[in-house]
C-alpha cells in the first residue's frame, strides 16, 4: 500500500490514511467558523483553525467534559506546525495565558482531564489548581518508549483529574477492570469469593486506580491507527467518557489530533465538538469519525468492561460463554424460565 505522500506500507498495515480523493471529501465536512458560533452549528463537527482564534467564538458553558492533550513541553512537529521546548516558568505562563479560555466552555458541573508528561506536569498541576478543582493525578504506562543510556526509559504520561465544583458525574461502575485472579479465594463450599469462574479463566472487577497499566498505544496493526505522533489510544479516551459523562453528554477537545476523543465520544452515545488546526488531520478525524457509524468496538473494552492488555483471547471466550448462557437462559428453572410473564 502506498500512501499519500508515496510512503510504502506491508499489506497488513491497518494505519489510516488518506488519499487525495479522500481528502478533499472530507475537507468539505470540515467546519472553518469566522466568528461566534452557537451550539447547534458546532455539534458533532470537526472545527479546522487555530484553536487560540476559535476558543473565543464558542458558546460559554457548552461542554459537559473536557479532554485537554495540549502539546508537552518539548520540540516536536505535527505536520509542520512545530511546538518548541521552553523553560518550565515560560511554559507554565504559556499554559496559564489561554486556560480560563478553555473553560470558559465548561459547564458548571463538568469535568477536565489534561494530558502532561513528566515535563510539563509540575506546570499543569500548578495552573491548573489556581481555577479548578484538582481531583487526582492519574499516570498510565506507555510500554513504547526509547530506552536511555544515562536515564531511567520514559514510558509513562500524566492525566489530571479536574472538577469546575463539588458536583461532578463519575461513574463507577463503568470504568472497572477485569483483572486475571493469581490466587484466588473461595468459601467453604469452594465457591469463588469477591470473582467469577469463567471459560476464559478466573476474573474479578476491581475498582479503577489512578495508575493505568492496561494501554496500548496505537500501532500499525491497530485499526484506529494513525500518522499523528502523539495519538492516543481510543481505551484511554473511553475511560474518561465514561466515568465523567453520561449518554447524551457532550465532550469538547481544543487540541484534537486525529480524532481520537471524537470518535470515542461517537462510539460511547456521547456528543462532540473538536478543533484542529492541521486539515491533514482534520480529515483523518472526520474518516474516522465516518467509519464509527459501522464501528463501534474499542479495543481492550467489550461486555461493558475494561480489560488487561494481551486478553484478546479470552474476551472472546468470554462473549462465547455469555451468549451461549443467553440461549440457555429460556430453559433453565426459575421464575418465568427467564420469560416475562
Known amino acids: 500500500m502506498v500512501t499519500q505522500h508515496g510512503k510504502v506500507r506491508a499489506p497488513q498495515n491497518r494505519t489510516v490514511t488518506l488519499s487525495d480523493g479522500e481528502i478533499r471529501h472530507y475537507r468539505s465536512r470540515l467546519l472553518r467558523l469566522t466568528g461566534p458560533a452557537q451550539l447547534p452549528s458546532i455539534e458533532n463537527r470537526t472545527i479546522n483553525g487555530d484553536v487560540f482564534q476559535v476558543l473565543s467564538w464558542l458558546p460559554a458553558s457548552f461542554a459537559d467534559l473536557i479532554v485537554l492533550d495540549p502539546p508537552y513541553n518539548l520540540t516536536k512537529s505535527f505536520n509542520g506546525n512545530e511546538f518548541r521546548e521552553r523553560s518550565l516558568r515560560e511554559y507554565s505562563h504559556w499554559f496559564d495565558s489561554w486556560f480560563p479560555a478553555v473553560l470558559r466552555t465548561l459547564k458548571l458541573d463538568g469535568s477536565i482531564y489534561i494530558c502532561s508528561d513528566w515535563r510539563s506536569s509540575t506546570a499543569i498541576h500548578e495552573v491548573a489548581a489556581k481555577y479548578v ?10 510500554e513504547k518508549g526509547r530506552g536511555a543510556l544515562r536515564n531511567w526509559k520514559n514510558c509513562s504520561e500524566d492525566l489530571w483529574f ?4 463539588d458536583n461532578y458525574t463519575f461513574n463507577l461502575d463503568a470504568v472497572k477492570l477485569k483483572r ?3 490466587a484466588p479465594y473461595t468459601r467453604d463450599d469452594g465457591s469463588p469469593k469477591d470473582w467469577e469462574r469463567t471459560g476464559a479463566g478466573n476474573y474479578r472487577l476491581t475498582h479503577p486506580s489512578n495508575l493505568w497499566t492496561d494501554l496500548t498505544v496505537p500501532f500499525w496493526s491497530m485499526p484506529e491507527n494513525t500518522d499523528h505522533p502523539t495519538q492516543k489510544p481510543e481505551k484511554l479516551l473511553a475511560k474518561i467518557i465514561l466515568a465523567s459523562s453520561r449518554e447524551g453528554d457532550l465532550v469538547f477537545d481544543p487540541f484534537l489530533g486525529s480524532g481520537t476523543t471524537s470518535v470515542v465520544a ?3 452515545g456521547r456528543r462532540y465538538v473538536g478543533v484542529e488546526i492541521d486539515e491533514v488531520f482534520s480529515c483523518l478525524a472526520e474518516k474516522r469519525l465516518s467509519r464509527a457509524d459501522t464501528d463501534v468496538d474499542i479495543q481492550g473494552y467489550s461486555a461493558g468492561v475494561f480489560w488487561e492488555r ?3 483471547g479470552d474476551q472472546k471466550d468470554d462473549s462465547k460463554d455469555r451468549t451461549a448462557f443467553a440461549d440457555l437462559l429460556p430453559f433453565l428453572p426459575g421464575p418465568n424460565n427467564g420469560n416475562e410473564a
Open 133 to 142: 478543582n484538582v481531583r487526582n493525578r492519574i499516570t498510565w504506562e506507555r
Open 162 to 165: 479536574c472538577t469546575n465544583s
Open 180 to 182: 486475571r485472579v493469581v
Open 266 to 268: 461517537k462510539k460511547l
Open 310 to 312: 494481551n486478553t484478546l
